[in-house]
C-alpha cells in the first residue's frame, strides 16, 4: 500500500509558465515533507521541505503547499527553466526514514 | 569528501553471484540509509543506521540481503545468491540526524543476468 502517491508520471510546461507537481499522502502520522529533484545518472538532491506546523514554504522559484486535511501537499515552480527538467520526488516521514513516492518527470520546453 | 560516495557504479552480476556495495557517507553524518530504486519507481527503504547500530533493517526483501556499519563510517549492503529480480539501482544517503533532508549518493546500478 503506497503512503506516498504521485499520480502523474509526468507532466511537460513550457518555458516561463508555471509548473504544479503534485503529492498525495495516507499516513496521518506524517510531520515533515520534502522535495527532490533527480538527473539521470544521479542521486536524488534535497529541494525544499515544509513541517506540517506549516501550510506554505517559499525558496526563490519554488514553493511548497501544504494541505493537511486533504493530506495533499504540491510544488510549484515559477517561471519554469529547461534545466527544471527532471524526475520529482514527494517524500514524507513521521519521526521515521523518508517514505518516496514513485517520481513525477517534468519536461520544460523552450 | 563532501558528498556520499558509492562504489562500484556499475556492477554485472550473474544470477546466484554476491556482490557487495560500498557507501562512503559525509563525514560527521550520524545516520546513514540504503534505498532501492527499481526502474520507474521511487526509491524504497531497506535499511538504517545510527553510528553504528542497524535500527532498523525492515525494508531489506529477504534474508539474502545484509547490511553492516561496523565502525559507524562506511557502511556495506551484501546480496547473496543474486537473482535477476534485484536488478535496481541501491542508494546510499547520509543524514546529520534521523530527521531532515538526506544527502543521497549516485547510486550503484546493478543488473542481475
Known amino acids: 500500500d503506497q503512503q506516498v502517491k504521485q499520480n502523474s508520471p509526468s507532466l511537460s510546461v513550457q518555458e516561463g509558465r508555471i509548473s504544479i507537481l503534485n503529492c498525495d499522502y495516507t499516513?496521518?502520522?506524517?510531520?515533515?515533507f520534502l522535495w527532490y529533484k533527480k538527473y539521470p545518472a544521479e542521486g536524488p538532491t534535497f529541494l525544499i521541505s515544509?513541517?506540517?506546523?506549516?501550510d506554505k514554504n517559499e525558496d526563490g522559484r519554488f514553493t511548497v503547499f501544504l494541505n493537511k486535511s486533504a493530506k495533499h501537499l504540491s510544488l510549484h515552480i515559477v517561471p519554469s527553466q529547461p534545466g527544471d527538467s527532471a524526475v520529482y520526488f514527494c517524500a514524507a516521514s513521521g519521526n521515521t526514514p523518508l517514505v518516496f513516492g514513485k517520481g513525477t518527470r517534468l519536461s520544460v520546453i523552450a | 569528501g563532501a558528498g556520499v560516495s558509492q562504489s562500484p557504479r556499475y556492477k554485472v552480476a550473474k544470477r546466484g553471484q554476491d556482490v557487495a556495495l560500498r557507501c562512503d557517507p559525509i563525514?560527521?553524518?550520524?545516520?546513514l540509509f540504503w534505498y532501492q530504486q527499481a526502474l520507474g519507481q521511487g526509491p524504497e527503504f531497506l535499511t538504517y543506521?545510527?553510528?553504528?547500530?542497524?535500527?532498523?533493517k525492515s525494508g531489506l526483501p529477504s534474508d539474502r540481503f545484509f547490511a553492516e556499519r561496523p565502525e559507524g563510517s562506511v557502511s556495506t549492503l551484501k546480496i547473496q545468491r543474486t537473482q535477476q529480480e534485484d536488478s535496481a539501482v541501491y542508494l546510499c544517503a547520509s543524514s546529520l540526524g534521523p530527521g531532515g533532508g538526506y544527502t543521497f549518493g549516485s547510486g550503484t546500478r546493478l543488473t542481475v543476468v
Open positions: 543506521f545510527q553510528n553504528e547500530a542497524q535500527l532498523d
Open positions: 563525514s560527521g553524518h550520524v545516520s
Open positions: 515544509i513541517s506540517s506546523i506549516k
Open positions: 499516513n496521518s502520522m506524517f510531520d515533515y
